[in-house]
């Protein structure tokens, strides 16, 4: 169970394309969703949180019209990097979670997607 | 900054070895995960353990937490070649519904036939 799929895992696009990376969970219901960024051989940078029906929250020094990020039902949360420059290369992570009400926190594992590499030409 | 720091950066170790790997965190948390990540690929969750634990084990891993000297350690016993990845801790904190996780700078593992 718990499984997070990421589509694409492979871009290559030109200067100025906007590109789409989508997050699914397929067996559960995500109440949120991240969004994480990481370079070669570094450690994952957390880049946003989306929670369903609402608007995303980016972490400092995110640029949000740059990365946009739709998390329009549980089990869909979208990242578009918008007129992506060589500079965006990177891979992208995503990751589904849900919280116990009850606790008001969750103390559950994050579920990551196997990842989009992007590169951008 | 991250919020964790982990060492060592890289160990490579014989298979049947025990791996040993630490990290270190700043603030107060919820929990501290381990993941592990295979090159290019995502990450898989291995053990979380919640502030008011001090040991964990799940199969060949044993994961302590200290939260008095804020670090954490993962020992993976009897390792095998399969086990050869980047290990990562991560410290969640927050409230209002979510757990929001910042990883320390990771361990690459090898382990040599």
């Known amino acids: 169970g718990a499984v997070v799929s990421q589509h694409p895992s492979w871009v290559i696009c030109k200067s100025g394309t906007s590109v789409k990376i989508e997050c699914r969970s397929l067996d559960f219901q995500a109440t949120t969703m991240f969004w994480y960024r990481q370079f070669p051989k570094q450690s994952l940078m957390l880049m946003a949180t989306s929670n369903e029906g609402s608007k995303a929250t980016y972490e400092q020094g995110v640029e949000k019209d740059k990365f946009l990020i739709n998390h329009a039902s549980l089990t869909l949360s979208t990242l578009t990097v918008t007129s992506a420059h060589p500079e965006d290369s990177s891979f992208y992570i995503c990751s589904a979670g849900s919280w116990d009400i009850e606790e008001g926190y969750s103390n559950q594992p994050q579920h990551f997607g196997d990842g989009t590499r992007l590169s951008i030409l | 900054s991250q919020q964790g720091e982990e060492d060592p950066q890289a160990l490579s170790i014989q298979e049947g070895e025990n791996a040993t790997m630490n990290c270190s965190y700043k603030t107060s948390i919820n929990n501290l995960q381990w993941y592990r990540q295979n090159s290019g690929r995502g990450l898989v969750h291995l053990i979380l353990?919640?502030?008011?634990?001090r040991e964990k084990h799940s199969g060949r891993l044993r994961v302590t937490l200290d939260t008095s000297k804020k670090s954490s350690s993962l020992l993976i016993t009897a390792s095998r070649a399969a086990d050869t990845a980047s290990y990562f801790c991560?410290?969640?904190f927050g409230s209002g519904g979510y757990n929001k996780l910042i990883f320390g700078a990771g361990t690459r593992l090898a382990v040599h036939p």
């Open positions: 991560a410290t969640g």
């Open positions: 353990i919640r502030s008011n634990e």
